[in-house]
């Protein structure tokens, strides 16, 4: 059981790294001009639909990352499925990233096509709301309802 978590928990970390070097990555190109800046900062109607679809895909986005997030906390797992359920966790786990993912680039993308901070914000809110997807031990154990193994017991002999 803890090589199947110790394994979950790198493939998690693994998708939470790169959840984060997609931004930069994404800032770096831009910053170099390998991608045009600033395309539609003269155009206010451009400026205005690009700013309003960023906004309202973030308003639509994160709060079903959070109505996910407790869905996985509601469900019960049974012993005997582990493996299964922590398949199902990864997944979901990655679908929660993906949804802020969908966010953040978009609005990156905004937010150097607009030249506006506006978009930038909802990046911030996208990149705090990934905090809590946060992979970790514990917050395994919470979300899949298991009980953590006692270091105790196993240092103890007996």
């Given at each position: ?103 953040v680039i978009l609005n990156v993308v ?49």
């Amino acid at each position: 059981m803890e090589a199947q978590i110790k394994q979950v928990l790198k493939k998690l970390y693994v998708q939470f790294f790169f959840f984060m070097l997609t931004p930069v990555l994404l800032a770096v190109i831009y910053e170099t001009n390998t991608l045009p800046v600033g395309l539609y900062a003269d155009d206010i109607k451009m400026q205005y639909l690009i700013e309003s679809v960023g906004i309202l895909v973030t308003i639509v986005c994160v709060p079903l990352v959070f109505i996910l997030f407790r869905l996985m906390q509601k469900r019960k797992i049974e012993n005997n499925i582990l493996s299964m359920a922590l398949n199902r966790y990864v997944f979901s786990c990655a679908k929660r990233l993906a949804l802020l993912e969908i966010v953040v680039i978009l609005n990156v993308v905004a937010s150097y096509m607009t030249l506006n901070n506006s978009s930038g914000y909802c990046v911030l809110i996208a990149l705090i709301a990934s905090f809590f997807c946060l992979p970790g031990k514990k917050r395994l154990y919470a979300e899949l309802n298991l009980q953590q193994p006692d270091s105790n017991e196993t240092n103890s002999v007996g």
